[in-house]
T-cell receptor, first 115, second 114 residues
Framework: DGGITQSPKYLFRKEGQNVTLSCEQN?????MYWYRQDPGQGLRLIYY???????QKGDIAEGYSVSREKKESFPLTVTSAQKNPTAFYLC??????????????FGPGTRLTVL | AQKVTQAQTEISVVEKEDVTLDCVYE???????LFWYKQPPSGELVFLIR??????QNEISGRYSWNFQKSTSSFNFTITASQVVDSAVYFC???????????FGGGTRLMVKP
C-alpha cells in the first residue's frame, strides 16, 4: 500500500531536549511538507522540500530543522530553541502536476507534548 | 499575499440536515487552486476536492457538492443529508499557480448529532 507514515504517533519530551519526528513516503512524490497544527486552528507550514537535498523555510521555521537526504524521507527536528513545541505535526507530500498544483497527501500525524 | 477565511468555527446539526461550510479567499493571482480537506478525529487530513480558478463548474460527488463563485471569491461546501460520520473538521485551502505554499483556513468543526 502506498502512503505516508509518521512515527511515533505520540511523543513526549522534556523541556530543553531536541526531538526528531519521522516522515516516510513510498508514493514516489518529489515534494514533501511539514505542518504544525495547534488546537482549534488551521495548519501552518514549517518547512518544505521540492527535491532531494533542497528545502525551504515556511511561515514558522524558527526552532525547527529538516533534512532531505532521500526522496522518501523528510525528518523534522524540533530543537530546544522552539519556545512552544507542544502541537500536532503533520507531514504531507505531492507530485508536481502537468496541469498545476496537485493535492497534497497527508500522514497520520505526530502529537508532541513537552513536559 | 493570500488568505483563506472560514468564518464558521463550529457548526452543529442533526442527522439528515443539509449543511453548508463557507470558504472565502483572497489572492492577487489569476491562476490558483482551491482545495477542501476533511480531518476526522484520527487526525489525518483526507483530500476531498481540487478546483482550479478557470473551472467554475460546480461539482457534486454523492452527498457532497461544491459551489465555486469567483465573483465573490468563495468556494463553499455543502453536505446533503448529513450523517454522524461526517463529523470532522473541514479545511479549505488555496495555492497560487506560481507559489509553493498551501494556505489553509482556520477550519470548521462540524458536529452531526444522531
Amino acid at each position: 500500500d502506498g502512503g505516508i507514515t509518521q512515527s511515533p504517533k505520540y511523543l513526549f519530551r522534556k523541556e530543553g531536549q531536541n526531538v526528531t519526528l519521522s516522515c516516510e513516503q513510498n508514493l514516489n512524490h518529489d515534494a514533501m511538507y511539514w505542518y504544525r497544527q495547534d488546537p482549534g486552528q488551521g495548519l501552518r507550514l514549517i518547512y518544505y522540500s521540492q527535491i532531494v537535498n533542497d528545502f525551504q523555510k515556511g511561515d514558522i521555521a524558527e526552532g525547527y530543522s529538516v533534512s532531505r537526504e532521500k526522496k522518501e524521507s523528510f525528518p523534522l527536528t524540533v530543537t530546544s530553541a522552539q519556545k512552544n513545541p507542544t502541537a500536532f505535526y503533520l507531514c504531507a507530500s505531492t507530485i508536481p502536476g502537468l496541469a498545476g498544483h496537485n493535492e497534497q497527501f497527508f500522514g497520520p500525524g505526530t502529537r508532541l507534548t513537552v513536559l | 499575499a493570500q488568505k483563506v477565511t472560514q468564518a464558521q468555527t463550529e457548526i452543529s446539526v442533526v442527522e439528515k440536515e443539509d449543511v453548508t461550510l463557507d470558504c472565502v479567499y483572497e489572492t492577487r493571482d489569476t491562476t490558483y487552486y482551491l482545495f477542501w480537506y476533511k480531518q476526522p478525529p484520527s487526525g489525518e487530513l483526507v483530500f476531498l476536492i481540487r478546483r482550479n480558478s478557470f473551472d467554475e463548474q460546480n461539482e457534486i460527488s454523492g452527498r457532497y457538492s461544491w459551489n465555486f463563485q469567483k465573483s465573490t471569491s468563495s468556494f463553499n461546501f455543502t453536505i446533503t443529508a448529513s450523517q454522524v460520520v461526517d463529523s470532522a473538521v473541514y479545511f479549505c485551502a488555496l495555492i497560487n499557480n506560481a507559489g509553493n505554499m498551501l494556505t489553509f483556513g482556520g477550519g470548521t468543526r462540524l458536529m452531526v448529532k444522531p
